[in-house]
């Protein structure tokens, strides 16, 4: 009998402890722990007592101890009732069960409990009406929410007030949505929240914004609701070093900007932050997210003097600066696909792919797209990425973001213009043949080969190659002419144009060659069979200025070929006078172009010889 009696002690200060361990502070926690302290002391005593005792006398020495210290034995066991303890928590745990489930997202939850319990009977409509509106309550739910924290804060800290009723004051001051009563209870209450993100969400679920003109945000008697403006400028207020522990933590700082929904500089900040985690890769997925949602424009943060379009077009310069870091390495496949990100982001995001958003948006995303495609379009191999083992796009991916052949067409037509302004002669001639522009391609080729037989003539000896390639280039040109469908009449008439011109040029390389070989004679005879110029000695005069007649690239020729005839004159024995007559058409020919600014030397020849 002692040992069953020494045994259900035992126990009973057992479950008493686990209970009080799991019980918050309450009203009655001071006399519990008082309680529990003595029975723990009197435990020592009886199993000191009950060893050498019988079981009878052990139970009454334990129940006259009890009674020596002011403590009823039996309304101690019942109150201590492990059994009783389990089936009903020894504190009402409503307000906490509501908090948690909010904190949670569990908000059906959090209904549930607030309209089971007679606690919360009055609060369990405003919770409602809350949840229903998204947090925008009218004013008279926030007015007597407001209300209720008016009466909760006069009555102060009173004796023996249950932690419970914090979490009472906080439920409905998020309900209120007032500054003040935010303000009071933080203040009062510096240890409410053990971590930021409780901290955070409590303000974020009190931040009562709305659009402008807004009636349900009017509040009587003066109730400031709590803005996010707030809230943004009130964690603006600490340098970033102060959250990031001056760099320890670095993720920390962006993290908050992101729970207070500032999202632009959330995604500076992390494009910006160096360390060898690499948080640029973060800066870029998020701004793609970002923009994809449309939400940049709620997340500019205060302090911010940037408009929408100016924040979009910021997380475009963050993905586009990612996407070139793959075209340095060579991977064009990645760029391009970051290149087109950072075009949706200022095209409105995730509309832009469908055509959704804007005018302005979209005239922003389709130049954005033009200049990066162009970009991809000039490297190596952007030619074959972009357009195909063939064609004008339909084969590569360029018909992903130009679906229209025309639209398409336009666009490889200014690439190509831009490549020649860059000096990228050889790609702009791929692409004018891709699109079927081939007199635009022939004129590139005579262009590039005017310049090289110049070239030529002045001494260059990587010249030789060049207008041979050239030459072969425009051959190819005209033999895929033939068989391609779909020709206008214009552009046949220009390629015939280009095609003369090709061949002038090709005549007047040959002659170079033939003088560099030193057959000067045939040189002579090759300029006296020169259609375009009136140099044939048997030709008769003509007042035309033919000059005037011939491509631009034939004319810059003109100079040099002149002087190689009058040298090839200078070699040659004049048998029979004719080329003495062909020095006189090459004089005549000179002085009628005198105008012109030619070299200085190539007159003082003519002159030395008249």
């Given at each position: 009998?002692?040992?069953?009696?020494?045994?259900?002690?035992?126990?009973?200060?057992?479950?008493?402890?686990?209970?009080?361990?799991?019980?918050?502070?309450?009203?009655q926690f001071p006399p519990?722990?008082?309680?529990?302290?003595?029975?723990?002391?009197?435990?020592?005593?009886?199993?000191?007592?009950?060893?050498?005792?019988?079981?009878?006398?052990?139970?009454?020495?334990?129940?006259?101890?009890?009674?020596?210290?002011?403590?009823?034995?039996?309304?101690?066991?019942?109150?201590?009732?492990?059994?009783?303890?389990?089936?009903?928590?020894?504190?009402?745990?409503?307000?906490?069960?509501?908090?948690?489930?909010?904190?949670?997202?569990?908000?059906?939850?959090?209904?549930?409990?607030?309209?089971?319990?007679?606690?919360?009977?009055?609060?369990?409509?405003?919770?409602?009406?809350?949840?229903?509106?998204?947090?925008?309550?009218?004013?008279?739910?926030?007015?007597?929410?407001?209300?209720?924290?008016?009466?909760?804060?006069?009555?102060?800290?009173?004796?023996?007030?249950?932690?419970?009723?914090?979490?009472?004051?906080?439920?409905?001051?998020?309900?209120?949505?007032?500054?003040?009563?935010?303000?009071?209870?933080?203040?009062?209450?510096?240890?409410?929240?053990?971590?930021?993100?409780?901290?955070?969400?409590?303000?974020?679920?009190?931040?009562?914004?709305?659009?402008?003109?807004?009636?349900?945000?009017?509040?009587?008697?003066?109730?400031?609701?709590?803005?996010?403006?707030?809230?943004?400028?009130?964690?603006?207020?600490?340098?970033?070093?102060?959250?990031?522990?001056?760099?320890?933590?670095?993720?920390?700082?962006?993290?908050?900007?992101?729970?207070?929904?500032?999202?632009?500089?959330a995604v500076l900040y992390?494009?910006?932050?160096?360390?060898?985690?690499?948080?640029?890769?973060?800066?870029?997925?998020?701004?793609?997210?970002?923009?994809?949602?449309?939400?940049?424009?709620?997340?500019?943060?205060?302090?911010?003097?940037?408009?929408?379009?100016?924040?979009?077009?910021?997380?475009?310069?963050?993905?586009?600066?990612?996407?070139?870091?793959?075209?340095?390495?060579?991977?064009?496949?990645?760029?391009?696909?970051?290149?087109?990100?950072?075009?949706?982001?200022?095209?409105?995001?995730?509309?832009?792919?469908?055509?959704?958003?804007?005018?302005?948006?979209?005239?922003?995303?389709?130049?954005?797209?033009?200049?990066?495609?162009?970009?991809?379009?000039?490297?190596?191999?952007?030619?074959?990425?972009?357009?195909?083992?063939?064609?004008?796009?339909?084969?590569?991916?360029?018909?992903?973001?130009?679906?229209?052949?025309?639209?398409?067409?336009?666009?490889?037509?200014?690439?190509?213009?831009?490549?020649?302004?860059?000096?990228?002669?050889?790609?702009?001639?791929?692409?004018?043949?891709?699109?079927?522009?081939?007199?635009?391609?022939?004129?590139?080729?005579?262009?590039?080969?005017?310049?090289?037989?110049?070239?030529?003539?002045?001494?260059?000896?990587?010249?030789?190659?060049?207008?041979?390639?050239?030459?072969?280039?425009?051959?190819?040109?005209?033999?895929?002419?033939?068989?391609?469908?779909?020709?206008?009449?214009?552009?046949?008439?220009?390629?015939?144009?280009?095609?003369?011109?090709?061949?002038?040029?090709?005549?007047?390389?040959?002659?170079?060659?033939?003088?560099?070989l030193g057959n000067h004679?045939?040189?002579?005879?090759?300029?006296?069979?020169?259609?375009?110029?009136?140099?044939?000695?048997?030709?008769?005069?003509?007042?035309?200025?033919?000059?005037?007649?011939?491509?631009?690239?034939?004319?810059?020729?003109?100079?040099?070929?002149?002087?190689?005839?009058?040298?090839?004159?200078?070699?040659?024995?004049?048998?029979?006078?004719?080329?003495?007559?062909?020095?006189?058409?090459?004089?005549?020919?000179?002085?009628?172009?005198?105008?012109?600014?030619?070299?200085?030397?190539?007159?003082?020849?003519?002159?030395?010889?008249?």
């Amino acid at each position: 009998m002692a040992n069953e009696d020494l045994s259900s002690w035992t126990d009973l200060l057992h479950s008493s402890s686990k209970l009080l361990e799991q019980a918050a502070p309450s009203a009655q926690f001071p006399p519990l722990q008082r309680n529990l302290d003595q029975l723990e002391a009197l435990s020592k005593k009886l199993k000191s007592k009950t060893v050498r005792a019988e079981a009878p006398s052990q139970s009454i020495a334990a129940t006259r101890l009890l009674a020596r210290e002011g403590i009823n034995a039996e309304q101690l066991a019942r109150d201590f009732d492990a059994g009783d303890a389990r089936r009903q928590p020894p504190v009402d745990t409503t307000w906490q069960q509501i908090y948690f489930c909010l904190r949670s997202g569990y908000y059906d939850e959090a209904r549930n409990v607030a309209l089971s319990s007679r606690a919360s009977h009055q609060f369990a409509p405003l919770l409602t009406e809350w949840i229903n509106t998204g947090g925008m309550v009218p004013e008279e739910v926030a007015t007597a929410a407001s209300e209720e924290c008016e009466r909760m804060l006069r009555t102060g800290d009173r004796v023996g007030r249950t932690a419970y009723d914090k979490k009472k004051l906080l439920l409905y001051a998020i309900i209120s949505g007032s500054r003040r009563h935010i303000d009071r209870l933080l203040r009062d209450q510096p240890t409410l929240f053990s971590t930021i993100e409780d901290f955070l969400w409590f303000k974020l679920s009190a931040v009562r914004d709305c659009p402008s003109g807004s009636s349900s945000i009017v509040l009587s008697d003066g109730l400031i609701p709590y803005s996010l403006d707030d809230l943004q400028s009130y964690l603006n207020k600490f340098e970033p070093s102060y959250y990031t522990k001056n760099g320890k933590d670095p993720l920390v700082y962006p993290y908050i900007l992101l729970l207070s929904i500032q999202l632009l500089p959330a995604v500076l900040y992390l494009s910006k932050e160096a360390g060898d985690e690499g948080y640029n890769i973060d800066a870029a997925h998020l701004s793609i997210v970002l923009a994809d949602h449309g939400v940049l424009s709620e997340g500019i943060g205060t302090g911010q003097k940037l408009g929408v379009m100016d924040a979009y077009a910021e997380v475009s310069t963050i993905i586009r600066q990612y996407g070139s870091m793959y075209l340095r390495l060579g991977d064009l496949q990645m760029a391009l696909e970051y290149y087109a990100q950072a075009a949706a982001a200022v095209g409105g995001g995730q509309l832009s792919w469908t055509g959704r958003g804007n005018v302005d948006q979209q005239r922003q995303r389709n130049l954005m797209l033009k200049q990066l495609l162009t970009e991809l379009l000039l490297r190596d191999g952007g030619i074959y990425l972009l357009l195909g083992a063939r064609g004008a796009g339909e084969e590569g991916e360029l018909g992903r973001f130009v679906a229209d052949p025309n639209a398409r067409q336009q666009f490889l037509i200014e690439a190509a213009c831009q490549c020649q302004e860059s000096g990228m002669y050889d790609k702009s001639i791929e692409i004018q043949k891709r699109v079927g522009s081939f007199s635009m391609a022939l004129d590139t080729i005579n262009k590039c080969l005017s310049e090289a037989i110049c070239s030529l003539f002045r001494g260059r000896l990587d010249g030789e190659s060049r207008t041979a390639g050239l030459i072969h280039s425009g051959n190819e040109i005209l033999e895929t002419y033939t068989y391609y469908p779909d020709v206008s009449h214009q552009e046949r008439e220009q390629v015939f144009e280009q095609q003369t011109i090709l061949r002038q040029l090709e005549s007047i390389l040959s002659i170079h060659k033939l003088s560099r070989l030193g057959n000067h004679v045939d040189a002579l005879r090759e300029v006296a069979k020169l259609l375009f110029l009136p140099l044939d000695p048997r030709g008769p005069d003509t007042a035309v200025d033919v000059f005037e007649n011939l491509s631009p690239h034939v004319q810059a020729c003109i100079p040099d070929l002149l002087k190689v005839a009058l040298t090839c004159l200078d070699n040659v024995t004049d048998s029979d006078g004719s080329l003495r007559a062909l020095r006189a058409k090459i004089s005549s020919f000179i002085a009628n172009n005198v105008k012109r600014n030619w070299p200085r030397d190539l007159y003082e020849r003519v002159a030395q010889r008249l």
